[in-house]
């Protein structure tokens, strides 16, 4: 035990106190009585051994265990059989000197390890300042990087604007020169239409009237009564164009060619009364004793169904009422100075609301009114004595052809006998040039309402550009083919022209055996039996290289054939 003890003190460091040894004057170390004061009385001693810093062991105290250690009495076995408390404070101690054994093997590897931990953190902490220099790089990386997207978003914006405005600029030069030549036009168009808007109120006054109450009259007293009426306008102060008529009011050259190629006279008389049957409310009944309205109605209206019917003809209510149901055109020929009392619902378009929808009663029949529907009216009667009530329901005019109205005529049928090619020609180019000027027209229309319907801004929309540059091209075109059409025309006209003394001398003859009705009312001559008698004449007359000594073949034949066949048809009395 004490052994034990002595160990236990070397190890912690305890002093221990001189005694007198066995041989005089020799001092020995007791660690018993220190032990007993400073160890075994302690209650802490237990924590002293657990919390013993085995580290601080130094080599002498080392050197002062060897006995012990090699002592064989100091083994747990042995001391076992003295006490069991010693033997956990032998093996303390033997564990203790072991530690220091193997520390010491251990130390230089240890102070490796410390020198490696210390580079570690060295390195550690140089990786760390590395790594938050990295993390600021990058930090400012990503802010070069973020300015870099938007420059070069900004840059691209830039090229998208430089692009767009290269395209604009390309097509305001496009639609510059495309319509360069209208800005001339439109303007003095603008000026005249702003004139036309101060004189309106005179100009449709005027065409008014013409249309309300000068149908029926002859082409002077027309022109007579117009005159009068201009007067009156200035007089009164009245807002109007400078001999404003119906042709500029109420006019369109496009379709007034049409209605020539559909048969409608040329002359300013024939183009009045047509001017009146488009624009009147009223439905037109026309006084035609030549037929001219007739044909030009049947040409106009033969692609829309046209029915043509007279009040003799069984079933003509049936036809009639069809035609308004499914809004076709009907032309009522050949009537007298009556008209049958059934008509009268439509000659009053005495249209009204059933369930939703227009109808209109004829007879005791309630049928549905079409928009489309159009009735024309004719009597070859050449004076007709109209009660005032018919005037009220229908508009008269009258379409009694005129001397120039004959005269062309009559050359046209000359010129298709005598050069049928030239007259070929001729038509071919009138219709042709009628078409092209409404492509023209229709082109020009389409122009200015792709400009004023477009939403936004023009030169934004590449393909409403790229449509009025092609539309201009087309118009162009045509246009250009309109005036070389119209140059031949010209040279077809004058020779033409060369054949006008017959149809002179023709127009005359016409007239004068129509005046016949006025010495006896049964001398009446059609129109389709003298142009038989031309026809004939022209085949027969006799035929010569030269064009001057032809016309008076033609003359001379003509006057003689009509002579002995109106001869043949006098009564002896005349």
Not at 82 to 96: E, F, G
Not at 313 to 338: H, M, Q, S, W, Y
Not at 488 to 494: G, P, T
């Amino acid at each position: 035990v004490k052994m034990v003890i002595e160990a236990v003190c070397i190890v912690l460091g305890i002093k221990a106190k001189k005694i007198a040894g066995e041989r005089p004057g020799e001092t020995v170390d007791d660690y018993w009585e220190a032990a007993k004061g400073q160890l075994l009385t302690d209650p802490k001693f237990l924590n002293y051994l657990i919390e013993f810093n085995k580290d601080s062991l130094q080599e002498p105290t080392i050197q002062k265990l060897q006995p012990y250690i090699q002592s064989n009495d100091f083994r747990p076995l042995a001391i076992s059989k003295v006490s069991k408390a010693c033997t956990s404070l032998c093996l303390w101690v033997r564990a203790i000197e072991k530690y220091y054994h193997v520390a010491k093997g251990v130390a230089p590897k240890r102070e490796r390890l410390a020198e490696a931990q210390a580079s570690l953190e060295k390195t550690i902490s140089a990786l760390n300042e590395s790594k938050k220099r990295l993390y600021d790089v990058e930090d400012k990386i990503r802010e070069l990087e973020e300015v870099y997207r938007e420059s070069a978003a900004k840059k691209e914006e830039l090229s998208n604007k430089v692009r767009d405005c290269e395209e604009k600029l390309i097509r305001a030069h496009k639609l510059v020169g495309g319509l360069a030549d209208e800005k001339d036009r439109w303007t003095a168009k603008t000026g005249e239409l702003e004139i036309k808007l101060n004189n309106l109120v005179g100009d449709a006054l005027l065409s008014a009237g013409v249309i309300a109450y000068l149908g029926p009259f002859t082409p002077a007293y027309r022109a007579t009564i117009v005159k009068q009426w201009q007067i009156q306008l200035f007089n009164l102060n009245i807002p109007h164009s400078e001999n404003c008529n119906m042709f500029t009011t109420l006019g369109d050259p496009v379709k007034i060619r049409e209605w020539s190629i559909s048969g409608l006279p040329t002359d300013n008389h024939s183009v009045e009364n047509a001017i009146i049957v488009s624009n009147s409310r009223k439905w037109p009944l026309m006084i035609d004793p030549q037929g001219q309205a007739n044909k030009w109605i049947k040409r106009m209206e033969q692609d829309n169904g046209l029915d043509v019917i007279k009040l003799s003809n069984r079933g003509f209510l049936r036809t009639l009422e069809n035609a308004i149901r499914f809004g076709k055109p009907v032309l009522l020929e050949n009537i007298d100075e009556e008209l049958e009392p059934v008509l009268e619902p439509v000659l009053l378009k005495q249209v009204f609301k059933q369930t939703g929808n227009d109808v209109i009663k004829i007879g005791d029949s309630v049928i549905p009114y079409h928009d489309n529907f159009k009735l024309y009216i004719t009597t070859k009667l050449p004076n007709p004595d109209y009660k005032p009530e018919i005037s009220t329901k229908v508009t008269l005019l009258n379409f009694t052809l005129t001397n120039q109205d004959r005269e062309d005529q009559l050359l046209g049928l000359v010129v298709e006998k005598e050069r049928p090619d030239l007259e070929e020609e001729k038509n071919t180019l009138v219709i042709a040039n009628a078409e092209m000027k409404k492509q023209v027209k229709a082109i020009e229309d389409k122009i200015l309402a792709l400009l004023v319907t477009h939403k936004g801004k023009p030169l934004d929309d590449e393909s409403l550009i790229d449509l009025l540059a092609e539309s201009k091209k087309t118009s162009e075109t045509i246009t250009k083919k309109v005036t070389e059409s119209e140059e031949n025309e010209k040279k077809i006209d004058e020779t033409r022209l060369l054949y006008r003394p017959v149809a002179v001398r023709a127009s005359v003859l016409f007239f004068c055996i129509v005046d016949l009705a006025l010495i006896d009312h049964m001398y009446q001559y059609s129109l389709n039996w003298f142009l038989n008698i031309f026809s004939l004449g022209i085949a027969n007359a006799k035929k010569s290289s030269s064009l001057d000594e032809r016309l008076f073949n033609l003359n001379q034949y003509l006057t003689y054939s009509l002579f002995t066949n109106v001869c043949r048809s006098l009564f002896e009395k005349h």
